[in-house]
């Protein structure tokens, strides 16, 4: 690919970890100031976990593994087993802006 998103839009929120989450994970809020490994809806990517805490990134531009592809431009997607994966049914609508179909990744606009 000749371009890069990275970098559009991001931030970045710190909270404690519930569970067991590691940097790529898709994770949602399961209290006060709490993520845990997101299934089904996510608010964001984990970028780093240190100290019992994770540094959730909440908008702009992420990268993350699937299972099942969503195509490039609006798709809804879903969280399941630390990936994000097609979703038409119960998935939240994003824009996908690039697929890796060999590394099994895509980017997209939280």
């Known amino acids: 690919m000749n371009v890069n998103f990275n970098g559009f839009g991001e931030n970045v929120l710190t909270f404690e970890v519930q569970g067991d989450i590691t940097a790529g994970d898709p ?5 006060n100031g709490k993520v845990q490994r ?3 809806r ?16 909440m ?5 993350a593994s699937y299972t099942t592809a ?4 609006f798709s ?5 087993s630390g990936k994000l994966n097609l ?18 990744t895509f980017g997209f606009i939280l």
């Open 59 to 63: 908008s702009g531009y992420a990268r």
């Open 76 to 80: 809804k997607i879903s969280a399941s």
């Open 27 to 31: 994770v949602m809020i399961c209290g």
């Open 42 to 57: 996510f608010c964001g990517i984990c970028c780093s976990v240190r100290n019992g805490y994770a540094a959730v990134q």
């Open 38 to 40: 997101a299934s089904g």
């Open 70 to 73: 969503p195509a490039v431009g």
């Open 87 to 104: 979703d038409n049914s119960n998935g939240t609508e994003h824009l996908i802006v690039d697929l890796d179909t060999t590394a099994k």
